[in-house]
């Protein structure tokens, strides 16, 4: 029964779900600064799942996390707890591999790659901190991440299919809350439902028409200079540009390519160089050289170049015209123009109704939502639209956002009556919760696990 009522009252004080997918990505995928010289080395593995390691820091990055996040005291059993969640993730990440329906593109994942290094490059000031506090290059960064974040994708894709699959009945939910003795009903906080419609930062016009003056400059280096293309590569490309160093990509189907690339390097003879086009999906402009084609597979070299570092104003203005429509006419609805115009594929596919990752709950604790966000609903009243903010959306990705008030409802004692739905969803998300740990120690029984820190050498390790 305690653990009911624990589950109960911290699911509401931590919004359901909202906070601990993003804080075990980013603990695995945060940069750490280097040891310098004289540093002394204090890392060990903390635990093996088949083919891969946790290490102690990994653990200790998303401790820090949940304590800050969640208000919560250090502990050895939440050290061992937050060990447990990143195994798990290993364990989800290891079966997604082997379940040939789950996949994660090339795309998706250098997409998700670049926003976490723009983030970390923003953190750090510029990349070139970045580069110094890590010890190793963008480039260099962005490849060791790449597989763990490929891990991560996989795992949060399985999760995803797993909880879904799990449902709770009517009388499963009345059980569940009637196992609360009546002095011990939490005391609900404040919860909202949001709709918003996002717009993510693009570069300014001067830059992108500097980034398309370099690239022609590049191909007149290449055309009439007799520069080579695979030494401007080197020298200009960005650091996230597909293929090596020297800009190769080899055995390359033209259906695989975004339709622009590709329609370029369809209609581009051999030997010969293209003249300059922008690449959306890369949002930076290109050159490429056809090396060789074989049917609709191809061997090219290419060079891209992107603007400098977006900002924020064009994305402000976009949102400032869309919130202008929606509070000077009245025939059009937000819905309407969420899907329209919100840049945040999930949300828009909503009419921009905002809800937890995991759960899938629309009723969002306030307190839990972040900094950004509640500055921005605080002064709102229900029906009212938020002028343009920054925001760190859910999934930790920076944007700007107008934000509607739905709903507010003030802190209050739980009941049946009032709150049915936020409880059957507490209830949905315990019973996936054991669900889920059930299957992972399962697993633990299908892939090797060694647990390689205990609690007692935790204490040990923090008396030295």
Known sequence: MRH????????????????????????????????????QVVDRIAAVVGDEIVLKSEVDQL??????????????????????QLVDQKLLAEQARRDTTITV???????????????????????????????????????????DLRG?????????????????????????????????????????????????????????????????????????????????ARQFSAPDAAGTASGALTDVNLNDLVPEFAAVASRTPVGQISQPFYNESQNGFHILRIDAKDGSTVDLHHVLIKPNAPTGKRAKEYLSAVRDTLVNNEDVSFERMARRHSEEDRTAQN????????????DLVLDALGPSWTRTIRPLEAGDISEPSRVQLLNDDEAYHIVR????????????ETDYEQIRQRALQDKRSRKMREWTDQLREKIYVDIRITESELTAMRRR
Request: hydrophobic share 35%; glycine share 6%.
């Open 152 to 232: 991560q994708i996989l795992s949060q894709q399985l999760r995803r299919r797993r909880m879904q699959s799990i449902d709770i009945t009517p009388s499963e939910v009345r059980q569940w809350f009637e196992q609360i003795p009546q002095d011990s009903l939490p005391q609900l906080p404040k919860t909202v439902r949001l709709s918003h419609i996002v717009r993510y930062p693009k570069p300014t016009e001067a830059s992108r028409q500097q980034a398309k003056s370099l690239i022609t400059s590049v191909r007149d280096s290449i055309v009439n200079g007799g520069a080579s293309l695979e030494a401007m």
């Open 105 to 147: 593109s090339d795309q998706q994942l250098s997409d998700q790659l670049d926003r976490r290094i723009s983030q970390y490059v923003e953190r750090a000031g510029s990349e070139e901190r970045l580069e110094q506090a890590y010890g190793k290059s963008i480039l260099e960064i962005k490849e060791q991440f790449r597989e």
């Open 63 to 84: 401790v820090r996390r949940q304590t800050r996040q969640q208000n919560v005291s250090y502990s050895n059993s939440l050290w061992m707890e937050a060990l447990r």
């Open 351 to 362: 009419g921009g109704r905002v809800t937890d990752p995991e759960s899938g709950a629309r």
């Open 405 to 416: 008030l739905d709903r507010r409802v003030p802190a209050h004692r739980a009941s049946l």
């Open 4 to 39: 009911v009522c624990r589950v109960f009252s911290s699911s509401f004080r931590y919004g359901g779900g909202i906070l601990l997918g993003a804080a075990l990505l980013l603990a695995s995928l945060s940069p750490a600064p280097a040891h310098g010289q004289n540093a």
